[in-house]
């Protein structure tokens, strides 16, 4: 009976073992079709594509115009102490006069109609904005350096942080190749195992290390695939465009 049982067993475990080799094999011929060492875009392509659809550096350049603008009222700033008045009155008058002669007494009154306007130039002295002007205007100027550097910093920032991106997707390609050519050299050894494992020439328990052996290569191939689709993609989100790899020669 207890005979028997171990005939099952193994016999099952051997099934399986063929199913999940031949299952094996299948999947990574599908995979690895686009694994290939690749060509991708010219980092200083990427960098500039980057540069032109980030929102911040946009919104710090937006500021320095900001700045600018406020420096050069500052500089006209002088002229609100100066301008032209105009005042205007038009309507009826009503002029009244008295005349006395000794003899008699004459009183005259006259309607009429007038249009009265006056201009002028004024000049004002406010002593704060006479005192207070350079200040003002050193302040505009350094608020627009201020707004430069920082859109240079912004520029600078995202070009590092592409070039570590661009490098790490790069590393994470080579991985995966690293990982590939494991996985198929560790399948390949599998095959020969169980060719010897049916002749029975290796015992059950080195088939099932080789076994888990493989299975921990294939862990190792798909987690090192899916760290660099996420580095791709998240360039390529970076960037605004889609990395068409050429196979490189």
Known sequence: MKKRLKIITLFTLIVFSLNFAEAQTIEYNDLSINESESEFPPLKAVIDSVLKRNSMLKFRKNHIGVKESTLES???????????????????????????????????????????????????????????????????????????????????????????????????????????????DGKINMQMVEKEFRNGIVPVSEYVRITGMTSNLEADYEMAKSEFIIAKQLLEDMAGFVFNLTNSK
């Open 74 to 184: 500052e500089r006209i700033y002088w002229t609100r102490n100066m301008g032209l008045q105009a005042d205007g009155r038009y309507g009826t008058l009503n002029n009244f006069s008295n005349s006395e002669d000794g003899v008699s007494n004459t009183a005259f009154s006259t309607l009429s109609r007038q249009y009265n306007y006056s201009v002028g130039f004024y000049v004002k002295f406010p002593v704060f904005d006479m005192l207070n002007r350079k200040n003002q205007i050193r302040l505009a100027k350094f608020e627009v350096d201020e707004a430069k550097n920082m859109a240079e910093f912004q520029e600078d920032e995202i070009r590092q942080t592409v070039i570590k991106l661009y490098q790490d997707l790069i590393l994470k390609q080579k991985l995966l190749l690293i990982r590939s050519k494991s996985l198929s």
